[in-house]
Each structure stands twice: as structure tokens, then as C-alpha cells.
């Protein structure tokens, strides 16, 4: 499923952009090569409701941390412990 808003599908700004977006002008003869980002990570997206959101930022705060932080730590602590449901 595709975002509604993919900033990809969009009208270049200006002629600097357009010329950018173009792969025909991309210099393809004189790629760099570049070393792996050490400990690469990556962004997830999780859908809860209001009222999960509530809960969830709640025992954020009475642990001290982020909602963000205690998520991650939550749910690397199940599959690190085998906590059960």
C-alpha cells in the first residue's frame, strides 16, 4: 500500500530540482563507493489508537523515558526474555 501524500510523485520547485530528479543528467560513470553505516538501524510505523497512545505514554513517563524510548525497550525485552502476552 502506497502513502497518500508520497513526496516522490511530486512537481519538481524549480528547474535546479527538476534537473536533479532527472536521471539522465546523474552522473553515472563516477559513482562513489561508500563504506556500510556501521550499525545501520531503521524507522518503524505502528498504528495504535488514542486511547493506546494514552496508556503507552503514561508508563512512559512513570518509567522515566521517551514513548518512543519505552516502546523499543518494551518490545525488545519480550523477544530478549520470552515475555509471554
Same mark, same amino acid.
Given at each position: 500500500m502506497e502513502p497518500e501524500n508520497d513526496d516522490r510523485l *511530486?512537481? %519538481? &520547485? +524549480? +528547474?535546479e530540482e527538476r534537473e536533479l530528479m +532527472? %536521471?539522465?543528467?546523474?552522473?553515472? +560513470? #563516477? &559513482?562513489?563507493?561508500l563504506p556500510p553505516v556501521p550499525n545501520a538501524g531503521a524507522v518503524m510505523a505502528v498504528h495504535v489508537t488514542r486511547e493506546e /497512545?494514552?496508556? /503507552? #505514554?503514561q508508563a512512559a513517563r512513570v518509567a522515566g523515558q521517551t514513548t518512543a524510548g519505552y516502546i523499543k525497550q518494551s518490545a525488545l525485552m *519480550? /523477544?530478549?526474555y520470552n515475555v509471554p502476552n
Open positions: *511530486r512537481e %519538481p &520547485l +524549480d +528547474d +532527472d %536521471p539522465d543528467t546523474w552522473d553515472w +560513470d #563516477s &559513482l562513489t563507493e /497512545v494514552a496508556h /503507552v #505514554s *519480550r /523477544v530478549m
